[in-house]
């Protein structure tokens, strides 16, 4: 059976009457490269031209490939592949933020066109260099010094809890340590990054901003996001946030003003602390579609994928406009178990159609490694949450084997 949201394969290539042809080259094959490959096929985006996208991975059977998108043989970190594929595609863009922006310069410097582009993704992919660029650009956000690898934490400015950030690979929880005490030292990062001020919130929220390069942008309504304590990845998001309009609002303006003055096209995850004295300052900002940006896809007028490819072939961007309340909650490999996966639960869920399921396609599950995620519309975020409880319970991903 064919879940709503999984991953299947289908052709490699879309065809539309009119003879234009678009080429997207996309560096890496996961999760989101997939969901934009299924964006082609199930939106009229592109139905003016054929439609090619080839993806860049180590792995010909990653997510992308698996529904559609042509596989290139590469490394998405080293730059391996990077010429191959810049010669199949009109443009290129990014699944991940571990990529190569030396090459990606290169390219760039040689006519092809990349989004977002290559200078400030060298800003943000360094989580130092993004905080410096906040402060330079007169961006709230939280109170940070830098911090070599070899050093404790004794003498530092905040005093404790203080969280350690690592500059570069932090992804999911990775790469960030929160430090309650002098004691923790002995488990603290050993990578160059950061210090940041511990801050007291009543909420971490995530808006999604487009913007096309020309002077337009288009912003979702921001999100409110719950994370599981241990690892601090994504657990559940509400959509909208439940703030006071007012909030809401300025939260939309903060993320708007953010990407123009980082003067970013492409699509942006902007993600925001909430102060328990009710100030917004900005976490961090990602390049690209984002896990807090997954409802669009059953609850607003333009998912975040079409409005990606919206960018990519040139075109206005679409309504952001929500259409009905949405909670998405990611499904994670469980723990004590890896090998071939194993999926329970999810038919059954199926059968509701306030629910859809997508599965990333995924053959080996290991404990928190993100396997799909799931989205429920109702008429109210409190529905969305009360049905939210009754399937999650019976929805498991997981290994096949026990872990000794």
Known sequence: MLLKGAFSCTLVSFFFPNANMTTIGIIGGGQLAAMLVKAVVQSNVGADRETKIFVLDSDPNCPAALVGGIHVPG???????????????????????????????????????????????????????????????GLPTADFQEHPADEDVSDQAFGFPVVQKAARGGYDGRGVFVLHSAEDNANRLRVEGFLERYIERSMEISVMVAADGRGA???????????????????????????????????????????????????????????????????????????????????????????????????????TEQTRPAVMFNLLGAEGFDGETVIEGADQAQNDPSVWVHLYGKTRCFPGRKMGHVTVVAATVDEALDKVETIRPHLNVKGAHPID
Request: hydrophobic share 40%.
């Open 217 to 319: 942008t288009a912003v979702y309504q921001p999100v409110e996001m719950v994370f599981h304590e241990a690892d601090n990845v994504l657990d559940y998001l509400v959509a909208p946030a439940r703030l006071d309009v007012s909030l809401l609002g300025e939260a939309q303006r903060l993320a708007v003003r953010a990407i123009e003055k980082m003067e970013g096209k492409g699509i942006f995850g902007v993600e925001m602390f909430l102060t328990s004295q009710g100030e917004l300052l900005i976490n961090e900002i990602s390049p690209r579609t984002h896990n807090s940006g997954h409802y669009t896809t059953e609850a607003c007028q333009t998912s975040q994928f079409v409005q990606q490819l919206n960018i990519l072939f040139g075109n206005q961007l679409g309504s």
């Open 75 to 137: 490394c998405p970190s080293s730059g391996e592949g990077y010429n191959q594929l810049a010669a199949l595609a009109d443009v290129l863009t990014i699944d991940l933020e571990d990529v190569s922006v030396e090459q990606l310069s290169r390219l760039q410097a040689t006519g092809h066109d990349v989004v977002p582009d290559p200078d400030l993704l060298s800003r943000v992919t360094d989580k130092l260099q993004q905080k410096r660029w906040y402060a330079d650009l």
